[in-house]
């Protein structure tokens, strides 16, 4: 990631910590950091460069700060865009993913390689090359993209992928249609690299890699809408937003049971039982988790006559003793991705 | 019986004639001999062990030192029909490992690195293998000292013992005499050789002397931009390799591209492609560059940074040419040059102090420093302190000595290629006005074909996305 990636992901009012955006991308899944990314709208992020070493993003923060496009809050982790930071943003044509509010539902990664390699698969198949070099991917992609081939092998197999491929892409602005062909490989065509990309679009190869997700987001989503023939290789490769051990914490609640019970019924710790329902929460939509039951009207009146002004500035330790007596901080928590699913305008 | 090797020649890979060397290597394994094969880049080393593998039973096992490269090679084993091929390295994830580990006696190829070999439960599965052969590629590793160098190449002396001596080919594409005895002292074989010349009469050799760094970019770009591509230009350097690569791109107009193993193996896919389908004039290249390219017309290689070694040199240029038409090999010196290789070499060489204070109390030493991780791996091997020393001081004179030759080589005022197949101990044929240029002399570009035609088309670019997705189906 470049400082221009960077400069996209701050904003003018809020400040944001540097170790959450790094620890979002890297798939650190804490609940603080899901909090936060949630409050930074940045939750897309999540899992999308497992592989970036710690501290990658201190450079290119360093980067704005010595251009002056960043202040630096309480603590030097935290940093947001000063006026000319705020002009540089307006100014750049950053690319916007258009598919992101559904990326946490798709292993976004694994469809990528499924889709590269199916699309090499097909288009050498149309072109009758019998060997051919495939591209690199792991094992289980191989695997998939295998048997997938061997189920929906015709003759009118490519002319189905193209019609379909061209369908998903003219949803999608003409620039990213480009980009999201140029990166495949196939028959005579090695395809470019993000790098090669990146040079000639004038765009970052990260700005690439959003086009390409993009991309692959709206072939799978159309694949799942309709049947064609990438729909049986893509359909394992959907999932919940939500961790496993989260999900079933959050069905034993369904049964109306206690956290208490829960947590023993499941032998977890209580503090692991309320980890994953607060992940549930802010990974769910507002209708997919039961705030009602957790959060009473008597409850969410106590922390709204102490809880007022921008959500980012609410303290558990600035409320009242007996509040905190009363009600732990995963109560305060709830309240707080509540309000936020709520959209409740931070005054 | 078997069938004759040529009636199996032919019918795995429709050829009627074996290259120099792979007919004489085949017939001296199967007549049971270790076989060290020192055969040029681009001879079909591979065809001597696919052949092989194909006409006898057994699994082919081949020690491959290069990580990011070995899935290459299982491409090119599937490439060429045999499937049943996999490769075990760290590289590989956990879950892919357990799958090969599972239907280990299912493959007819396996491509493993040697320190995932030394691992005592790996060797522990591949005792339980009937190993048909045992193939140890890059055999000069053995010898090299680098900063490439693998201390468990040093062991499979010792593995190979503990696997029964099966019978064994080591390949290597270029190794004088001190490098094939020590090649076979390590493993402790009496191989039969098979050596062809490493001379390339079609590669035309240059050294040019340059004052100093801004003079050498100043010379690449000249060069780059006269002559007739494609082209690779090795470095030492990723960084400087990526950084070369687009201020060539731009001041040339030539279609570069950077290749090292920084990349990941996606990109580096796209322009190994790329460049096999001249959609790109130069790579600017790491050594990492170079398996898995089977291209025939590249016209020049060029080095930037002096090699450690005559045997890293002479693998590399030989990438150019291998169509047989006029090609040429330039290597570009600055004096002081050779301190980037003495440097690089010392980077994770130990001080004998400091070999003395480890073996005296090697708890006190984290294995984070590279040097250290090297003196522990010894020291678990059960190597002496002494044997270490002395391994350590024997491995600088060599590396001194190989730097000394290629030093000799820079200055060499005579005959280029004279000096270089000495050091490979052949003849050399008389000087010739087309033979080489050592510095001073320019070599004639013009004379010599090597002068652009035309101007190359400009890069691959995105044009109709449409007609570009119905191109691919
Ligand atoms: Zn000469």
């Known amino acids: ?347 | 019986m078997l069938e004759p090797l040529t009636t199996s020649l032919e019918k795995v890979f429709g050829f009627n004639t074996f290259r120099s060397g792979q007919a004489a290597a085949l017939t001296a394994l199967e007549a049971g001999q270790d076989t060290l094969a020192v055969l040029p880049t681009g001879a079909g080393k591979t065809l001597i062990y696919q052949l092989y593998g194909y006409r006898h039973p057994g699994c082919v096992l081949i020690i491959s030192p290069l990580l990011s490269l070995m899935n290459d090679q299982v491409n090119r084993m599937h490439m060429a029909g045999f499937r049943r091929a996999a490769a075990i390295n760290s590289l590989t994830s956990y879950s892919e490992r357990q799958e090969i580990l599972r239907h280990l006696g299912d493959y007819q190829f396996l491509f493993m690195s040697p320190e995932m070999l030394a691992q005592p439960q790996m060797l522990a599965q591949i005792k339980q293998l009937q190993l048909g052969l045992l193939v140890i590629d890059e055999a000069h590793c053995i010898v090299q000292w680098g900063p490439d160098f693998r201390p468990e190449y040093l062991l499979l002396g010792a593995i190979r013992s503990q696997l029964q001596q099966p019978l064994t080919l080591m390949l290597t594409a270029t190794a004088g005499q001190t490098t094939r005895q020590e090649i076979a002292k390590q493993l402790r074989s009496q191989p039969q050789i098979v050596a062809e010349s490493v001379d390339r009469p079609n590669i035309f050799l240059d050294v040019e002397h340059v004052e100093n760094e801004p003079e050498k970019q100043e010379r690449l770009t000249q060069l780059v931009g006269q002559m007739q591509g494609p082209g690779v230009v090795y470095f030492s350097s990723k960084q400087q390799a990526t950084d070369t690569a687009l201020s060539l791109q731009q001041q040339t107009g030539a279609r570069v591209a950077a290749y090292h193993a920084g990349l990941s193996s996606e990109d580096r896919f796209k322009i190994q492609q790329q460049f096999m389908a001249d959609q790109l004039d130069v790579i600017c290249a790491t050594s990492a560059f170079g398996m898995g390219i089977d291209k025939n017309d590249v016209r020049y290689v060029i080095h930037y940074h002096l090699p450690a070694d005559f045997e890293s040199y002479a693998q590399e240029i030989g990438r150019a040419g291998r169509d047989g038409q006029q090609s040429i090999a330039i290597l570009l010196y600055a004096s002081g040059d050779e301190q980037l290789p003495l440097m690089l070499g010392q980077a994770n060489r130990p001080e004998a102090e400091t070999i003395h204070r480890y073996y005296a109390r090697p708890q006190a030493f984290s294995e984070e420093d590279a040097a250290i991780a090297l003196l522990a791996f010894y020291r678990r091997h059960g190597i002496s302190e002494a044997a270490v020393i002395q391994l350590f001081s024997r491995r600088e004179r060599e590396r001194n000595r190989a730097l000394a030759q290629m030093l000799a080589y820079v200055r060499e005022p005579h005959c280029l290629r004279h000096n270089w197949l000495q050091a490979f101990d052949e003849q050399s044929p008389e000087h010739q006005a087309d033979c080489c240029a050592p510095a001073g002399m320019s070599p004639d570009l013009a004379q010599l074909g090597l002068l652009a035609k035309a101007k190359t088309a400009p890069v691959d670019s995105v044009d109709d996305w449409r007609a570009r997705l119905h191109r691919l189906f």
């Open chain 1, 1 to 347: 990631m470049e400082a221009a990636d960077l400069l996209a992901l701050l904003d003018q009012q809020q400040f944001r910590r540097l170790r959450v955006i790094e620890n979002l991308l890297r798939e650190r899944k804490t609940v603080s950091t899901l909090y936060w990314g949630q409050r930074y709208h940045l939750l897309y992020l999540v899992g999308l460069a497992k592989k970036l070493p710690r501290g990658a993003l201190d450079a290119p923060a360093r980067e704005l700060q010595q251009r002056g496009f960043i202040t630096v809050g309480e603590t030097p982790d935290q940093i947001r865009l000063s006026p000319a930071g705020q002009a540089a943003q307006a100014q750049t044509r950053y690319y916007q993913p258009q598919t992101q509010a559904t990326w946490s539902q798709l292993d976004l990664m694994a469809a990528r390689q499924r889709i590269l390699l199916a699309v090499q698969v097909v288009s050498q198949y149309a072109h009758s090359t019998k060997r051919y070099y495939p591209l690199t991917t792991d094992l289980e992609t191989r695997q998939a993209v295998r048997r997938w081939f061997y189920q929906v092998k015709s003759a009118r197999l490519s002319e189905q992928t193209f019609v379909s491929l061209q369908k998903s892409l003219e949803q999608l602005p003409e620039a990213t249609a480009s980009v999201v062909t140029a990166l495949f490989t196939g028959y005579q065509q090695p395809g470019l690299t993000a790098e090669q990309l990146a040079r000639e679009q004038q765009r970052t190869p990260w700005e690439i890699t959003l086009m390409q997700l993009d991309g692959v987001m709206q072939i799978a989503g159309d694949a799942q809408a309709e049947d064609q023939p990438l729909t049986r290789l893509l359909r394992s490769v959907w999932r919940s937003p939500v961790t496993r051990s989260a999900q079933q914490t959050l069905a034993a609640m369904g049964q109306g049971r206690s956290l208490e019970q829960i947590a023993a019924a499941r032998r977890i710790k209580p503090s692991t039982a309320r980890e994953h329902l607060l992940e549930a929460a802010i990974l769910l939509p507002r209708d997919q988790f039961p705030y009602d039951w957790i959060l009473t009207p008597t409850m969410r009146q106590e922390f709204a006559n102490v809880l007022t002004g921008p959500i980012d500035d609410w303290q558990y330790t600035a409320m009242p003793q007996a509040l905190q007596d009363r009600y732990a901080f995963f109560y305060f928590r709830l309240y707080a991705i509540w309000c936020d699913k709520r959209g409740v305008e931070d005054a």
